[in-house]
């Protein structure tokens, strides 16, 4: 037991490795809230730095920016509606309202701390859980994925706005979008129309940008003309109240956030999609409604993708199997530390598992010492003329882009996706349901074909599948339950019965 006080507390007592989760913590804030950086880039980047390293080094530095760049990605989306990240997607769509009623400040003091709250939820169930986790986790068959996928194609009725035509449309779009590329199965070219370039598919991130970035700065063309607004910057840190009534809808959220993150290839992105649509469905009566700046859309995404960190470290550190993009690339500098990521790494090296527990923990301190400064300058973003403003974030779009891979097609691929959003945006469309369809769309085609091939193709077997598996029976049932709870065919007659 002392020895796991002390493998907690490593990180916390040694003054080089307290410096080395600071630093990085602060730099995955910046990462994180600059469009097309993303964290896993920047791990990648940090292996060929620290493989000389001592590894409690290297792993500090690295938790504290896949924490810190987790959270950095609700920067840009609260001020100019250009997620950082794609865990930062749905914060967009509260957040930024909330910025243009000049509630800057007040979205990234809530939005910072409600981040840490999920990061300790999901450092906490982590260090209690994480066999239990891991062994759910392992039970997951590709059926099961694809009900997963299923489930979450069904929140196009939460992220579709007034419209689910729109919404369906929109997300089919996405998904035909998210298929663009090589076949996984039969390497043939899919929707490429001939072109070399488009074999290797369309970066979701590239759509990302273009729908959300490119496609508000031509939007705000509109409104060039328009005095910005007086952003209030005085109420930075929320008030104990405001936390307290929100902390019901962070717990949840965060479990979410903790169960979603742990399941191998998912990760934040799908933990907070999951998490808006719980709070859009069980909030009876939020602060506004939604979409249109309710803090509840806000705290939802935010405690879900920060939990989800603790998630995808479950079966990483237990399994030897990624949780999510980042956790892949922790696992190589594990690998190449000499270490052997999986079962039997918490029986070789529980040092490890316990240094990294604690690491995270310190991390979430850091995270709100300066998640909560420089909030001031940051919200003088949205202060600045439209004229200045709008060629900004087309620079910002154009530099996050080509960071990507360094390609100036992708680059190209952006302003067409912008141009696409802007006029999508013009004819009521949500940009929500498209980035579902990218994100969602490949998973479902791959899961679906393993799925099919495990039964040899035969659809009675895989359909007994769904309700002979225990596991597979109860998200068969909560997709159901989904389904006659909210039907799309119950959305659309509503809707032609509102205009009548």
């Not at 990234?108 to 990061?119: A, C, E, K, R």
């Not at 007034?162 to 997300?171: E, N, P, Y």
């Not at 990302?208 to 508000?216: C, D, H, K, P, R």
Request: contains cysteine.
């Amino acid at each position: 037991m002392s020895d796991t006080f002390s493998y907690l507390l490593m990180a916390w007592l040694d003054p080089q490795l307290l410096a080395l989760t600071a630093l990085g913590t602060l730099a995955g804030i910046y990462v994180g809230a600059i469009p097309g950086l993303s964290v896993t880039m920047a791990v990648s980047i940090l292996i060929s730095f620290t493989f000389s390293w001592d590894i409690n080094n290297a792993l500090a530095l690295m938790v504290g920016i896949y924490v810190g760049g987790v959270y950095g990605g609700s920067r840009t989306a609260i001020l100019l509606n250009i997620p950082g990240s794609p865990a930062a997607l749905t914060t967009a769509f509260d957040g930024y309202p909330l910025a243009q009623r000049g509630e800057a400040g007040r979205a990234i003091g809530l939005s910072t701390v409600m981040s840490v709250i999920g990061g300790f939820v999901g450092v906490a169930i982590l260090a209690a859980t994480a066999p239990m986790l891991s062994d759910l986790a392992l039970r997951f068959a590709p059926r099961d994925y694809f009900l997963i996928a299923v489930l979450g194609l069904l929140l196009v009725s939460t992220l579709s706005g007034k419209s689910l035509a729109r919404g369906i449309f929109a997300v089919a779009l996405g998904g035909v979008i998210g298929l663009v590329g090589m076949d996984p199965v039969t390497a043939q070219g899919r929707f490429t129309m001939g072109s070399m370039n488009l074999l290797g598919g369309i970066h979701y991130v590239v759509v990302m940008i273009g729908l959300f970035g490119v496609a508000e700065a031509f939007y705000q063309l509109h409104h060039l003309n328009t005095i910005p607004v007086k952003q209030k910057v005085d109420k930075i840190v929320p008030s104990f109240n405001m936390v307290t009534k929100y902390l019901p809808l962070s717990l949840r959220t965060s479990v979410i956030g903790v169960i979603v993150g742990a399941l191998p290839g998912t990760g934040g992105d799908i933990a907070s999609l999951f998490a808006y649509d719980h709070a859009k469905r069980t909030v009876k009566n939020p602060s506004r409604p939604f979409g249109e700046g309710a803090y509840e859309g806000l705290v939802a995404p935010e405690t879900a993708n920060n939990a989800a960190v603790g998630g995808a470290y479950v079966p990483m550190l237990t399994l030897g199997m990624p949780g999510d993009a980042v956790t892949a690339v922790i696992i190589g500098a594990l690998v190449i530390h000499g270490l052997n990521p999986g079962p039997m790494l918490m029986v070789e090296t529980p040092h490890i598992f316990w240094f990294t527990v604690g690491n995270l923990a310190l991390a979430n301190i850091f995270l709100l010492v300066f998640g909560l400064t420089g909030i001031k300058l940051f919200s003088k973003i949205v202060e600045l003329p439209k004229a200045v403003l709008i060629p900004l974030i087309l620079v910002l779009c154009v530099v996050g882009t080509y960071s990507i891979n360094s390609n100036m097609t992708e680059v190209y691929w952006m302003l067409g996706f912008g141009i696409l959003g802007y006029f999508l945006k013009v004819f009521g469309f949500q940009m929500g349901p498209i980035i579902l369809g990218v994100i969602l769309g490949p998973l479902l085609d791959e899961t679906y074909r393993q799925a099919m091939s495990s039964v040899g193709d035969n659809l009675g077997e895989f359909l007994l599948a769904l309700v002979a598996n225990p596991l597979s029976l109860v998200l068969t049932s909560v997709i159901t339950l989904v389904l006659l709870g909210n039907t799309p065919a119950k959305r659309l007659l509503m809707e032609r019965l509102s205009r009548r």
